[in-house]
Every structure is written in C-alpha cells, then in structure tokens.
C-alpha cells in the first residue's frame, strides 16, 4: 500500500484538476452565451468545439482538463500493482515489439508436411467415396419405404421422418466434408508451390496425377514420386467433378493417368516417368 501511496495522491490530483478545468470551460461557456454553455453541457465533444472556437476564454479550462488527464495515466503507471495487472491482463509490452518473421522450414520439415497434408486428402477422399456410396443405398431404401407408407400408420411415419431427418444430416455433413476436402487440396498445392521454388526434379514441368481412392497403381506412384522429391498435382477423378471432366478430355480410360506438361500417361512405369520429366 506504501508503494502506491503517491500514486494515489497523483490520480486523485489528477481527477481534481480534470474536474476542475471542466467546470471553468463551463463557466466560459455560459460566460459567452447560454447556448453555448449548453453546448458544452450536452453536445457530444461540444467543448472541444467551444474550445476551437472561443480559444482565449477556453483556454485555462481546456489546458487544465488536459493536464489533469495526464497526470491520472501517469499516475497509473506509477502504481506497481496496477502496471502488473495490465501487463498480465491486458496486452503486455513487449506485444509492441516488431514481429518476428517466421522461419522458413528445411527442405526436410516441408518435404514432410507435404507427406502428411497428402495423407489427409486421401483419407478425407476415402470417407467421401465411401459416404457417398452408403448414402446412396440409404436413399434408395428411404424411397422404396416412402412409396409404401400408408398415411394413417402415424407411427411407421413418424419412424420415416425420423430415418429421413438423419439421412438429410449425413447429407449435409458429406457435401461439408467435399468443401473441406477443396480446403485441404487447396492448402497440399500451396505447399507444393513452396517447394517448387528450389531446384526440383522435372525441368519445373507441372505434374498432374488423376486417382482414386482404391487405386493400388496410384499409391505405387505417389510413393515413387515422393521418394524423388517429384512436386505433383493430385486430382481425384471420383471427389472433383472438374478433375473428372478434365480426365475424360484427356482421353482416360484408367488411373493413374500422368500428364507431364503435354505427355501423358496411363498407369504408373517409373522408367517412362524418367523419360517424360527430361
């Protein structure tokens, strides 16, 4: 309490002369015309206008007002167990420092980012695949117990809505999980993109690989390229409606197809890759 001591005699100094320089531009205000001193009464900021306007009769008001407001913030600063709390509660100074800039990531770190964030678009394509798959057979069964329903079975309706209900939430949950996967392909290329600013294998040919899900060959081919440091572009014919479109412009009859710039590729030989990146 010793410590804060002055502190408290500054603040309260400080409140006193804000007062104070407050009442005395009221005063000059009315001094000056019963309107203007109900302008400063019960205008928003009407005194600092008074102020501006009328400077020489202000002037002793305003200058004390502010220099009591500077006295009460200079008082807080005084007080160490106020200075403490607003460190600890509030932003503390050092958030006032320059940022640190982030540090790049090792060829290594990123090689394995890219590993696991293709790990996470695969594994979110195989729940979409089968999801959507499931929903279909739920859907037609819900159709085959609709045209049977009978309207005066109150409970075999209420049971339909209730199995309804629940297919139209996975419904939901399978179209949200095809945005996330957008998201997380989206983030995978701008990894990718990262990498592809070192020297890679490929002369800086853009790699597209079209899969699916269960495809055996395609895992084959992304183990290769990934042993290589080859940066790719994954497109899962089965989840994106423009990769299949794209697919079958390209001629596809099986995947994985790899294009490498205009050549292309159906299925996965590590030799004809070679060739097709020089």
């Known amino acids: 309490m010793n410590a804060q001591l002055p502190g408290l005699i500054l603040l309260g100094l400080g409140v006193l002369a804000a007062v104070l320089g407050g009442i005395i531009t009221i005063v000059a205000a009315f001094h000056q015309s019963v309107l203007w001193g109900l302008v400063t009464l019960f205008v928003p900021l009407g005194n600092i206008v008074f102020t501006c306007v009328h400077?020489?009769?202000?002037?002793?008001?305003?200058l004390m007002n502010?220099?009591?407001?500077?006295?009460?913030?200079?008082?807080?600063f005084t007080m160490p167990d106020v200075r403490a709390a607003i460190q600890k509660g509030g932003l503390p100074m050092?958030?006032?420092?320059?940022?640190?800039?982030?540090?790049?990531?090792?060829?290594?770190?990123l090689s394995q980012q890219i590993?696991?964030?293709?790990?996470?678009?695969e594994n979110e394509q195989r729940t979409f695949v089968t999801t959507g798959r499931e929903l279909?057979?739920?859907?037609?069964?819900?159709?085959d117990r609709r045209l049977g329903l009978k309207p005066t079975d109150v409970v075999?309706?209420?049971?339909?809505?209730?199995?309804?209900?629940?297919y139209q939430a996975r419904n939901t949950q399978h179209r949200n999980l095809q945005q996330q996967i957008t998201q997380t392909q989206a983030d995978l290329d701008k990894l990718i993109a990262t990498r592809n600013g070192a020297s890679q294998p490929g002369g800086g040919k853009k790699v597209v690989m079209y899969t699916t899900a269960s495809c055996p060959a395609c895992k084959v081919a992304k183990q290769y390229?990934?042993?290589?440091?080859?940066p790719y572009q994954e497109i899962n014919v089965e989840t994106s409606r423009e990769g299949m479109a794209e697919y079958q412009k390209l001629g596809g009859r099986g995947v994985p197809l790899i294009t490498v710039g205009?050549?292309?590729?159906?299925?996965f030989n590590s030799q004809e890759l070679e060739k097709m990146l020089l």
């Open 225 to 230: 390229m990934a042993q290589k440091g080859i």
């Open 262 to 267: 205009d050549k292309k590729m159906t299925g």
């Open 136 to 143: 279909q057979v739920q859907y037609s069964a819900l159709e």
């Open 94 to 109: 050092s958030s006032f420092a320059a940022p640190e800039k982030a540090k790049p990531l090792s060829p290594q770190e």
């Open 66 to 76: 502010v220099g009591g407001v500077l006295l009460c913030i200079g008082a807080v």
């Open 55 to 62: 400077w020489a009769e202000a002037r002793v008001g305003f």
């Open 156 to 166: 075999a309706v209420a049971k339909f809505n209730e199995e309804a209900a629940a």
């Open 115 to 121: 590993m696991d964030k293709r790990e996470a678009v």
